[in-house]
């Protein structure tokens, strides 16, 4: 396999656990402080929102895996690992700069972006273990 190889089942399987984890996170865990602290109610939440936040869930396990694979990471850890890198070097990088130009307010930013790392945490922990 090429280092730069997608595991698609893998990936799809790591976005289908990522969306269902966002739908507890921004559900019973935290939803009403984030809908508080972003000044929206559920009715604003139409079935498109849904949809492209599974998209986007796909779409970075499927980014995650070559990751995980171009890195050689076979194991839990070491995709912990590559998640993590990841989600500092993107995640957490623009969502601070885009926090301090759009005036976010701190609880909105430390929900979608303690999420965010669990996102990467738990795709690069299962595309590693996959490995």
Do not use: C, H
Not at 21 to 41: E, R
């Amino acid at each position: 396999m090429s280092p730069l190889s997608l595991d698609l089942f893998p990936a799809l399987v790591a976005g289908v656990v990522t969306f269902a984890l966002g739908g507890l996170w921004y559900g019973p865990l935290f939803g009403a402080k984030w809908a508080d602290s972003v000044g929206i109610s559920a009715s604003d939440l139409k079935p498109a929102v849904f949809a492209v936040g599974f998209a986007s869930y796909i779409l970075l396990a499927a980014s995650l895996s070559v990751l995980v694979n171009w890195t050689g990471a076979d194991s839990m850890v070491g995709g912990i690992g590559v998640g993590l890198v990841a989600w500092v070097g993107t995640a957490l990088a623009l969502g601070a700069n885009t926090a301090a130009f759009t005036a976010r307010s701190r609880p909105a930013f430390l929900i979608e972006t303690a999420f965010q790392l669990m996102a990467f945490l738990v795709v690069g922990g299962i595309l590693g273990a996959w490995q």
